[in-house]
Structures are given as structure tokens and as C-alpha cells.
């Protein structure tokens, strides 16, 4: 395994184990009393938890949830954010001012608090956690797209599409839109880390996944009160979410580095 890659393989190693919990049954909401907090084996890899539940097939449905957040907040918030960016940057004026001025609202608190006080209106849940972190996380996605719109509007090849008689339309997706792909593509892969970290965070204050479905957050909730005489259960938790997130985040940087034309 090459170093340079180590992020591509932790997240192809998530991407197959959260496969494999889907189409094998690992059962793990499976109880057994006589193993609580039982330690590490050979057959049992990171023990169980408070419940004597088996941890690792826990992970690896908390992870396929993490899956689906990621993936429909992303798809959701980009398309969102996008369309806005592209609406305010090329049209400009008084479109533009009450864009911005509606993502500056939201700029003005923390995202995660935003994310808070949405879910715990809404209540909890995996749609309205979705719901909440949809609602958040668009901001970035529109105003990276305005701000390289508004170069973009004024390049030859947009005024000769002009020129030409191409719709506004036609003009955005075939001229500017293909241009943003490698900022957006890196922006996506920031944005998707801190949305593992928020529904962990979400769940951890019991605002997000509930019992008995596994979610990260909430393991790790439980695990705590347990640090002291069982420290494997935290730590399986804590350690598989700093490795997505950190694999994520390289992979992100990774990215910038290889898409920079500057370089």
C-alpha cells in the first residue's frame, strides 16, 4: 500500500465494509447479556458494547448511515448552492445584493449551531436530520460559484457565446459550469468531512439517529460513561470517525494540490 494513497484506501476500505453491511445481516442489534463491555477477541475484533452488542458490525452500520447523510446533503446543498451562485453571479445588481445578503444571515452563526437549533425544531431523526443539515451547509457551495462567476462572466468565450445568441441558460451550463468543476470537486470534499462530523455531533446530543439504530455520535455518547473500565469501545468509535474524517480531508488536499493550475 502506497503512503501517497493511504486516504484512497481508508475510504475504499469504508465504502466496502458499508457495502457489506447491506447485503450481509451482521445483526447489530443482536444482544447478548453476557458480554457487556466484554474486550477485544480473536472472534469478537473490538468487543461490545454496554449492551452487549458487537461493536464492529455497529461501526459498520453507523458508517453506512454517515453514507447516506453525506451523500444527499452533498448532492442537495451543491445543486442548491450552486444554481444560487450561478443566478447571482452572472445576472449581478439587485439579484446578486439579496442572494448574498440571505447567505451572509447565515454566515453570521456557526454552521453546527444552525444545524442545532434546525434539528431540535424539527425533531429527531434521520429525514429531519438530513432536513437540518440541508438548510446549513448550501452557503459554502454559493458563494464559491458567485465568486468565480463573476470572472468567469466577463472571459472571450462567454461574450463570443453572447455574441452568438446562446440562451442564459446554455451559457451557464455549457460555458461557465464546466469551468468550476475543480473548485467545487475540492469544496465538495471539505464540505463532505464536516458533514460526518455534524451528524456525528447531532447525534451525539441525541438530536440526530435514535435507538436502536447505530449512528457514531451516539456510540460514542454511550461510550463515554464507559471510558474508564471499557476504553476499547470509545476508542473503536473515536479512532474509525478521526480516520474518515482525516482520510477525507487529505483526499481534499490532495485534490487542490493535482487541480491547481497555478501549479
Known amino acids: 500500500m502506497s ?3 493511504w486516504s484512497v484506501w481508508v475510504l475504499a476500505l469504508w ?3 458499508t457495502f457489506v453491511v447491506s447485503l450481509v445481516d451482521f445483526h447489530p442489534n443482536q444482544i447478548h447479556l453476557n458480554l457487556m ?3 477485544p477477541s480473536v472472534n469478537h475484533l473490538l468487543g461490545f458494547d ?3 452488542r458487537e461493536i464492529l458490525p455497529r461501526l459498520l452500520a453507523g458508517a453506512q448511515v454517515s453514507l447516506v447523510v453525506v ?3 452533498t448532492a442537495i446543498t451543491a445543486s442548491l448552492g450552486i444554481a444560487l451562485g450561478l443566478v447571482s453571479g452572472y445576472y449581478g445588481g439587485w439579484i446578486d445584493r439579496s442572494l448574498m445578503q440571505i447567505t451572509d444571515v447565515f454566515l453570521a452563526f456557526p454552521g453546527i449551531l444552525l444545524a442545532i437549533a434546525f434539528a431540535a425544531v424539527l425533531g429527531a431523526g434521520l429525514s429531519n436530520l438530513i432536513l437540518a443539515l440541508c438548510i446549513t451547509s448550501w452557503v459554502g457551495y454559493a458563494r464559491l460559484t458567485r465568486a468565480q462567476v463573476l470572472s468567469l462572466r466577463q472571459r472571450q ?3 463570443a457565446a453572447k455574441s452568438l445568441g446562446a440562451s442564459t441558460p446554455r451559457i451557464m451550463l455549457k460555458h461557465m459550469l464546466p469551468l468550476l468543476a475543480a473548485p467545487l470537486l475540492v469544496e465538495a470534499t471539505y464540505s463532505m468531512a464536516g458533514l460526518v462530523i455534524a451528524e456525528a455531533s447531532l447525534s451525539f446530543l441525541g438530536l440526530g439517529i435514535q435507538a436502536p439504530s447505530a449512528s457514531w455520535g451516539s456510540m460514542l455518547r454511550d461510550g463515554v460513561r464507559y471510558m474508564l473500565i471499557a476504553p ?3 476508542l473503536a468509535v473515536g479512532l474509525s470517525l478521526m480516520s474518515l474524517v482525516l482520510a477525507v480531508n487529505v483526499l481534499g488536499d490532495r485534490l487542490r494540490d493535482q487541480l491547481d493550475v497555478r501549479g
Open 71 to 73: 451523500i444527499v446533503v
Open 37 to 39: 463491555l466484554a474486550k
Open 232 to 234: 476499547h469501545y470509545v
Open 157 to 159: 468565450h462567454v461574450l
Open 15 to 17: 465504502l466496502i465494509g
Open 50 to 52: 454496554d449492551l452487549g
Open 3 to 5: 503512503r501517497k494513497y
